[in-house]
């Protein structure tokens, strides 16, 4: 055989699958070891360090009891491989133990508390999520579900995307180069299922399809969306579904290096098309894949804010630049993470009932750390002057 043929015989799929759960109370101990048995694989047993967290959990106020701890931890370590279950996930051709689901789920947001109560707690994790678009969508998710956001008992989060990693989404996607290739949706379930396996997930491999995703959607109703698609058909599409079902939907968007977050309360009110800021008629068009593609760069800016979009001089050049030296977009990672921080408070506020109204809402780190001007006030007008001189011809 040769190397060719052996790269290909050990090439890496990726792809993500139901992670298998096994109790080894008895229960399913034959089918471990027939698992055990079929494939090499790699076992966590992180035992010590579950038990010792759980004795936080239940005793905190014996925290400095040494003794005690030591008693309850050694009382876990010796009942052998029965505590919690043994989860194998394929893609990482690992079995890693975990807690109970109930015990796991209180250990993961045990630091949460008080600064988010008990209860407040359980209200996040008893709801549906449903997420579309897996580049700025992936560091949303990647913040909500360690938070203990969605996924909770016969809830799921269901996640969208068609495309896959590429080298050039590292910047602002946390992933590396052994999982370019593999479809972002696949990549984005692994760390969900690595960091909860009991969550429930649905996936939604070709994006929002008008045919086929209501009817998926309908039979989880959705508490929230979270909208992050880079085509501007589906985002109106997307918003649509929300706006006939009552359901709240937020987007991250990000300028250089500005976040700018929509709010949009369709559980309390009619909301106009993307907060007001394209006509009904635009609007329309988009529903009917009708708007003219030379008009997209208009309803794009309109959509962000035509002072918010004009605000910096290297977004605009960058933009731009798109199709001549550039690309693709230009996002910075950190102000993805930054819009994503965002988008996890509203999304616990609006779960929580709290008041949150529909618009559009900014945070500038420049503006925090009062930064000194990038470009000229000059240069700034250039490239004001250079769009719109775009947009007219």
Same mark, same amino acid.
């Given at each position: 055989?040769?190397?060719? !043929? ?6 890496y ?21 027939? &698992?055990?048995?079929? !494939? ?9 360090e579950?038990s ?27 009942s ?6 043994w ?30 109560? $008990?209860?407040? /707690? ?20 990647? $913040? ?33 180069m ?11 379930? /692994? ?11 649905v996936h ?12 998926? &959607?309908?039979?989880? $109703? ?5 909208e ?11 918003? $649509? ?44 068009? &988009? ?43 230009? /996002? ?15 999304i616990?506020?609006i779960l929580?009932?709290r ?29 004001i ?9």
């Amino acid at each position: 055989m040769s190397l060719h !043929e052996k790269m290909n015989n050990a090439k890496y799929d990726g792809s993500w699958t139901q992670p298998e759960r096994y109790k080894l109370d008895g229960t399913d101990n034959d089918r471990f070891e027939d &698992l055990l048995d079929r !494939e090499s694989l790699l076992v966590h047993d992180p035992i010590a360090e579950i038990s010792d967290d759980l004795f936080e959990l239940r005793h905190p106020g014996d925290m400095e009891d040494s003794k005690l701890r030591a008693e309850f931890v050694k009382q876990f370590v010796d009942s052998g491989t029965e505590y919690g279950e043994w989860v194998h996930f394929p893609w990482s051709r690992t079995v890693v133990r975990y807690p109970e689901q109930d015990d796991h789920y209180r250990l993961r947001t045990f630091r949460n508390q008080h600064l988010i109560t $008990q209860a407040e /707690q359980d209200t996040l994790h008893n709801t549906t999520i449903a997420a579309f678009g897996m580049s700025v969508g992936s560091n949303i998710i990647d $913040q909500i579900i360690p938070s203990g956001i969605g996924g909770g008992e016969d809830e799921v989060v269901a996640i969208a995307d068609f495309d896959r990693l590429a080298p050039s989404n590292l910047n602002r996607i946390r992933s590396h180069m052994g999982r370019v290739g593999v479809r972002k949706i696949d990549i984005v379930a /692994q760390k969900i299922s690595e960091v909860d396996p009991y969550i429930e997930q649905v996936h939604l491999h070709d994006g929002y399809d008008e045919l086929t995703t209501p009817n998926i &959607l309908d039979q989880h $109703q959705p508490d929230i969306i979270i909208e992050e698609v880079d085509d501007i058909v589906a985002k109106a599409r997307v918003r $649509q579904y929300a706006s006939e079902r009552g359901i709240p939907l937020v987007m991250a968007a990000d300028l250089h290096e500005t976040s700018l977050l929509h709010v949009e309360r369709h559980d309390l009110h009619d909301v106009k098309p993307f907060n007001g800021r394209i006509s009904r008629d635009m609007f329309n068009a &988009l529903l009917a894949d009708e708007l003219p593609k030379d008009e997209y760069l208009k309803a794009n800016i309109k959509i962000l804010g035509a002072r918010n979009a004009l605000s910096s001089a290297r977004f605009i050049d960058s933009n731009m630049d798109i199709g001549k030296n550039l690309a693709g977009i230009p /996002q910075l990672g950190a102000i993805a993470t930054a819009g994503a921080a965002l988008t996890d408070r509203a999304i616990r506020e609006i779960l929580l009932g709290r008041k949150l109204d529909s618009g559009i809402y900014k945070e500038s780190a420049g503006n925090t750390l009062r930064t000194e001007r990038i470009s000229t006030r000059r240069e700034h007008a250039v490239s004001i002057g250079r769009l719109l001189r775009s947009m007219k011809s």
